[in-house]
């Protein structure tokens, strides 16, 4: 369903930063590439990751917890926000945030320098593998982004021109920041085929109330997650082993000021925040992104303390920050500082250890390993279930009548 032609503009974008190099230097750059790149394929032996053809990596499989891409109703979506179907909808907060995106602000951020390749060929052994896996986590996430951000820019053209112009945008934002972490990659000689993906990845379908919640709460933790990694190696210059992180603190601020849009996109439909069921959903959204992100941060723990982290406090702080500020917006958010929390998702995290050391037990036969794995399933099911009925608090936007916030306010 999406062409082909944002990739070959994405892969523009990545020369583009270098820029032609000069005549003279042509033949000797060649020879110089040819040397870099066995280096690199030395550095990547027994890493175990597998290459389409020379210095493209192969995707990795799809699971639970993976990025995944999106699709949705466009449909549904356009009678959303269609001028003609909603002539009094509320564009004041819209408008402001469309204003903010033409001032593209990170307009001439993302130029890289001489010191990446260098710096990716000083990674090495484990730590070069986990590294490679997060930044292929990462380009895959933001290039889902832009892949639904640009169809849904088409979609809404014609009947509601302003709010297709901010997604257009938004994927404007997410192709320089995928384009950006794939040139990353292609410093470790394991660049992702964004075109093939495109054709090939499973795209999960999600209603259009479901993609605004969802792609709200993501851009807000994917700010929260950001801006934590830059102060943290401001504070720590020793640990930022690779120049890619210094690019965070604008970076984030692309993310916040989608999160703040699509933020607006539910204040103009005050019925996806003010019923009984937008509760249901407002919770469960942030119970499912907080949850994947603490078990698959977990999962990873070596990249975090790579940079001088505890993989524990620094995705508690992330989803403290992050619930502050769906609270904002988002009638009913779980009570994350309720200590039942974090202890409930530490019993998870210890469940789906038990059941990665069982996919990665090689001697184990298939169907021993199903069985072993079963009561650890239903337990982690279990734990999740629990998870439904935390504690929560009723918050809101002071700007959506009725919500918990605005009622306070009302002294
Ligand atoms: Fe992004
Ligand atoms: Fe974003």
């Known amino acids: 369903m999406f062409g082909t032609k944002q990739q070959l503009r994405l892969a523009g974008k990545g020369r583009q930063a270098f820029g032609p190099a000069p005549a003279a230097c042509r033949r000797r750059s060649a020879r110089s590439v040819v040397v870099r790149a066995t280096a690199s394929s030395n550095l990547n032996e027994n ?8 210095g493209v990596k192969v995707a990795a499989a799809e699971s639970l917890l993976t990025p995944r ?31 903010e995106f033409r001032n593209d602000y990170n307009k001439t951020h993302f130029v890289r320098n001489e010191t990446f390749k260098a710096a990716a060929d000083k ?48 994927s404007r934002d997410e192709a320089r920041h995928a384009g950006f972490i794939n040139k990353a990659l292609s410093d470790f000689n394991l660049a992702l085929d964004l075109g093939f993906l495109t054709k090939n990845r499973t795209y999960t379908y999600f209603k259009p109330k479901f993609i605004i919640y969802a792609t709200f709460l993501s851009e807000k933790i994917g700010y929260w997650r ?55 959903w407002s919770k469960f959204f942030c119970l499912s992104v907080y949850i994947t992100m603490y078990l698959n941060d977990h999962q990873r ?9 505890t993989t524990r406090q620094f995705n508690q702080h992330v989803i403290i920050e992050t619930n502050k500020s769906t609270e904002r917006l988002f009638p009913v958010v779980p009570d994350v500082e309720d200590p039942w929390f974090f202890e409930q998702l530490n019993r998870m995290v210890d469940v789906n250890t038990k059941l990665a050391s069982l996919d990665a037990d090689t ?34 936007s002071v700007d959506i009548d009725g919500s918990a916030a605005s009622q306070r306010l009302a002294f």
């Open 47 to 54: 890493l175990g990751f597998q290459t389409m053809r020379d």
């Open 69 to 99: 891409f999106y699709t949705t109703d466009f449909a549904e979506m356009e009678e959303l926000f269609s001028d003609q179907i909603n002539p009094n909808l509320d564009m004041a907060e819209l408008e402001s945030c469309l204003q």
């Open 123 to 170: 990674v090495t052994g484990p730590t070069r593998k986990i590294f490679i896996e997060f930044l292929e986590r990462s380009c895959t996430a933001e290039f889902s982004g832009f892949l639904l951000y640009k169809e849904l820019a088409r979609r809404l053209k014609t009947s509601s021109p302003k709010v297709a112009e901010m997604f257009l945008l938004m």
């Open 226 to 280: 950001y801006i934590s990694i830059y102060r943290h190696l401001q504070r720590n210059p020793d640990n930022q082993f690779y120049p890619l992180f210094e690019y965070f603190e604008n970076w984030c601020q692309d993310e916040n000021r989608h999160g703040d849009f699509l933020a607006a996109c539910l204040k103009a439909r005050p019925e996806l925040l003010d019923t009984f069921e937008a509760k249901l």
């Open 301 to 309: 723990t070596k990249f975090y303390e790579s940079l001088g982290l």
């Open 363 to 396: 001697n184990m036969p298939a169907f021993f390993k199903t069985l072993a794995k079963l009561p650890f399933q239903e337990r982690l099911a279990a734990y999740v279930i629990q998870m439904l009925f935390c504690k929560d608090k009723q918050v809101g």
